[in-house]
């Protein structure tokens, strides 16, 4: 059965960091393209993070609010994709979903609607 399992949520102090992880089962993620989405209370989803599929390079995107502190990453040997985040703020507060698309591409786009398969999310809090 194919899922995708986050971990690695929890409550962190502004300033500090997580790697949340996305884990699959039941399938090679490395053929995925695999998106990072968190959606605070209130608030729309919005698109965190995206990695192409390892064929297609690996290439990498990110939002504006977390380039340079936010960093995506594979480990195919143990079928997991990484979020680490550095420099945490308050308003990086929400739940974040992995989710996935099998397809051979070399770009990633932030899209949810795109993507065919979600986790069920870990939630992150950021506060003093």
């Known amino acids: 059965q194919w899922q995708l399992v986050e971990s690695g949520g929890g409550l962190v102090q502004p300033g500090g960091s997580l790697r949340l992880s996305c884990a699959a089962s039941?399938?090679?993620?490395?053929?995925?393209?695999v998106g990072w989405f968190r959606q605070a209370p209130g608030k729309e989803r919005e698109g965190v993070s995206c990695?192409?599929?390892?064929?297609?390079?690996?290439?990498?995107n990110y939002a504006d609010s977390v380039k340079g502190r936010f960093t995506i990453s594979r480990d195919n040997a143990k079928n997991t994709v990484y979020l680490q985040m550095n420099s945490l703020k308050s308003e990086d507060t929400a739940v974040y979903y992995c989710a996935a698309r099998p397809i051979f591409q070399s770009t990633c786009a932030m899209t949810g609607a795109w993507f065919t398969s979600w986790g069920q999310g870990t939630q992150v809090t950021v506060s003093s």
């Open positions: 990695i192409s599929s390892s064929r297609g390079g690996g290439s990498t």
């Open positions: 039941g399938s090679t993620l490395a053929l995925y393209v």
